[in-house]
């Protein structure tokens, strides 16, 4: 295979336009489509940009009968040299990334609604109305939050599995071809109205979940419309945490690549995340448990606007602890 072969192939492979190739090598298009078309050759620099920028070996670009070979190692080399990410590798993570943030935002979503239906029907059970028992209530309540949790534990592993292979990106400093941090930081500046929208939006939800059951506590509203206000809470929260989840995970991916944040080098990814994750679902179980236990929706709604407003010093509290046991380390 001839160089402007070459050149074609591995191009496509990165699904790169003309255009777009020529101005991540400071050329013009006209001089990519000479290249390709064999009417004219690439200078020495330019080969040794296209090796770095395709992950090959510039062998292999120059002589005919040379085979494909990765320029970049697999894993970091026994002198301390880091791994390289390829552009290849990096639009892979980049595109299993967008479709992890669905599946966690749906799982999320999921985990965040289960009770609903449950609570629904208890509110229904009490004031009975339609007919229906504590005991149907509690039986298909709790069938619907089971299967709910379910499908959300099967999103979580299934989407977890896929991006397995790229833990290293939020754990180990490495470095990126050619190219790769150029492309990153275009998508992740194309990206940033979605996320500040969507982000925005997903926090007002949560803060404006309460207004709702607040309004009928003190309209002193039955107990089932009370009831219901709680779950149409718990729907208005799922919505805004899917957004936010949804968005966060995507920008995410573009601080793991560029190492931004808190994936700076020597400040991988912590366990801030997970705090964050185990704080809601301890509010949500403390809500749930002391609701039914006590029997007074019209009050325990104050659980929500209080986890609230301490949701940042906690977080900010794990923080500074991971860091100072990772400091000690």
Same mark, same amino acid.
């Given at each position: 295979?001839?160089?402007?072969? &070459?050149?074609?192939?591995?191009?496509?492979? $990165?699904?790169?336009?003309?255009?777009?190739?020529?101005?991540?090598?400071?050329?013009?298009?006209?001089?990519? !489509?000479?290249?390709?078309?064999?009417?004219?050759?690439?200078?020495?620099?330019?080969?040794?940009?296209?090796?770095?920028?395709?992950?090959?070996?510039?062998?292999?670009? $120059?002589?005919?009968?040379?085979?494909?070979?990765?320029?970049?190692?697999? /894993?970091?080399?026994?002198? +301390?040299?880091?791994?390289?990410?390829?552009?290849?590798?990096?639009?892979?993570?980049?595109?299993?990334?967008? !479709?992890?943030? &669905?599946?966690?935002?749906?799982?999320?979503?999921?985990?965040?609604? %289960?009770?609903?239906?449950?609570?629904?029907?208890?509110?229904?059970? /009490?004031?009975?109305?339609?007919?229906? @028992?504590?005991?149907?209530?509690?039986?298909? +309540?709790?069938?619907?939050?089971?299967?709910?949790?379910?499908?959300?534990?099967?999103?979580?592993?299934?989407?977890?599995?896929?991006?397995?292979?790229?833990?290293?990106?939020? @754990?180990?400093?490495?470095?990126?071809?050619?190219?790769?941090?150029?492309?990153?930081?275009? &998508?992740?500046?194309?990206?940033?109205? @979605?996320?500040?929208?969507?982000?925005?939006?997903?926090?007002?939800?949560?803060?404006?979940?309460?207004?709702?059951?607040? /309004?009928?506590?003190?309209?002193?509203? %039955?107990?089932?419309?009370?009831?219901?206000?709680?779950?149409?809470?718990?729907?208005?929260?799922?919505?805004?945490?899917?957004?936010?989840?949804?968005? !966060?995970?995507?920008?995410?991916?573009?601080?793991? =690549?560029?190492?931004?944040?808190?994936?700076?080098?020597?400040?991988?990814?912590?366990?801030?995340?997970?705090?964050?994750?185990?704080?809601?679902?301890?509010?949500?179980? +403390?809500?749930?448990?002391?609701?039914?236990?006590?029997?007074?929706? &019209?009050?325990?709604?104050?659980?929500?606007?209080?986890?609230?407003? =301490?949701?940042?010093?906690?977080?900010?509290?794990?923080?500074?602890?991971?860091?100072?046991?990772?400091?000690?380390?």
């Amino acid at each position: 295979m001839i160089l402007a072969d &070459k050149i074609i192939e591995e191009r496509k492979k $990165l699904g790169l336009s003309q255009e777009e190739l020529a101005e991540k090598l400071s050329v013009s298009r006209q001089a990519v !489509s000479k290249w390709e078309s064999a009417q004219s050759v690439p200078d020495l620099q330019k080969i040794i940009a296209m090796s770095e920028l395709f992950s090959v070996t510039t062998d292999y670009l $120059l002589k005919d009968d040379a085979k494909h070979e990765k320029s970049e190692p697999d /894993v970091a080399d026994s002198d +301390g040299t880091l791994r390289r990410v390829s552009m290849e590798e990096a639009n892979a993570f980049m595109s299993v990334m967008r !479709s992890q943030s &669905k599946a966690a935002a749906l799982g999320v979503l999921l985990c965040v609604l %289960s009770p609903v239906l449950l609570i629904f029907l208890a509110g229904l059970a /009490v004031e009975k109305i339609g007919g229906v @028992t504590e005991t149907a209530a509690c039986v298909i +309540g709790l069938a619907a939050l089971f299967i709910q949790v379910a499908a959300a534990v099967f999103l979580f592993v299934t989407s977890g599995s896929r991006s397995e292979r790229f833990g290293y990106l939020e @754990t180990e400093e490495f470095e990126t071809a050619y190219g790769v941090t150029g492309l990153v930081k275009e &998508k992740n500046a194309a990206y940033e109205p @979605t996320y500040v929208r969507a982000l925005s939006l997903g926090i007002v939800l949560c803060v404006l979940s309460p207004l709702p059951l607040i /309004v009928a506590a003190l309209m002193k509203a %039955s107990d089932a419309v009370v009831v219901s206000m709680t779950a149409l809470l718990l729907c208005i929260v799922a919505v805004g945490v899917y957004m936010i989840v949804r968005v !966060s995970t995507v920008k995410e991916s573009y601080q793991i =690549l560029l190492q931004e944040g808190e994936y700076r080098r020597k400040e991988k990814k912590s366990a801030v995340s997970a705090v964050s994750a185990a704080y809601w679902c301890i509010v949500t179980a +403390g809500y749930l448990a002391w609701s039914f236990i006590s029997n007074d929706w &019209k009050s325990t709604w104050i659980v929500w606007p209080i986890a609230g407003v =301490l949701c940042v010093p906690v977080l900010t509290a794990a923080k500074m602890i991971i860091k100072d046991e990772e400091r000690d380390k």
